[in-house]
């Protein structure tokens, strides 16, 4: 079965330093992968997905099919970053989103 | 104006009552979801509907009911509810894209507290 883990409940950085959210999964097969975002108070909603290929609010993600990863990167974090953070699989051949644990980003100034 | 719209946006009952929380999206999507996130944060898909048609049914007490009267809208249903079953219950929606990947529009989430 698929499996999204992210080793990180907790992450916290300084304004201005890289931070890197950490995600690795479990399939056999292609998977598509997102990063999706919940701010304070706010929906959760998709931040990047691996086949756009894009950056967003300054953050990329790469699909390490070797190390089973897609990593959260962004080299200056912000104070606005601060958020929790959730990446999720789809199997390519279904509509089923597994999301990992999640990981809450804080960002002190 | 808004995408995914889920009422009661909080909700608190006694051990036992029935509840229903409704979900409606104006997306034009085709396919509806329910998740639930526990109070540690994690993320579980409960229900999938595509066209009306129920295509996932994970591992839930049948307490739980959804139902779809219309593509657009997807109602879930709780039984003698159970102090466990105080979570935040996020509705979602997605249209799979030319590209292949099912992005979701969630809606801003239902606090069930059962006491």
């Known amino acids: 079965a698929q499996r999204v883990t992210q080793p990180e409940k907790l992450l916290s950085v300084f304004k201005g330093a890289p931070v890197e959210l950490k995600c690795n999964y479990s399939y056999s097969g292609s998977p598509e992968l997102f990063w999706y975002v919940q701010y304070s108070r706010q929906r959760l909603q998709l931040l990047l997905r691996h086949i756009s290929r894009e950056s967003i609010k300054g953050f990329t993600a790469d699909l390490n099919k070797g190390e089973t990863s897609f990593h959260l990167k962004k080299p200056f974090a912000q104070e606005e970053d601060s958020a929790m953070y959730y990446c999720?699989?789809?199997?390519?051949?279904?509509?089923?989103?597994?999301f990992g644990e999640g990981t809450q980003l804080t960002v002190n100034p | 104006d808004t995408a995914v719209s889920q009422t009661p946006k909080y909700l608190v009952t006694q051990m036992g009552n029935d509840k229903s929380i409704k979900c409606e999206q104006n997306?034009?999507?085709?396919?509806m979801y329910w998740y639930k996130q526990d109070s540690k944060k994690f993320l579980k898909i409960m229900f999938s509907y595509n066209n009306k048609e129920l295509i996932i049914n994970e591992t839930v007490p049948n307490r739980f009911s959804p139902k779809s009267p219309d593509k657009a809208h997807l109602n879930l249903h709780i039984n003698s509810l159970e102090l466990g079953d105080s979570a935040v219950y996020f509705c979602?929606?997605?249209?799979?894209?030319?590209?292949?990947?099912?992005?979701?529009?969630f809606g801003a989430g239902s606090r069930l507290t059962v006491l």
């Open positions: 999720a699989l789809e199997l390519t051949s279904g509509s089923r989103l597994t």
């Open positions: 997306l034009g999507h085709d396919t």
């Open positions: 979602a929606s997605s249209l799979r894209s030319p590209s292949g990947a099912n992005v979701l529009t």
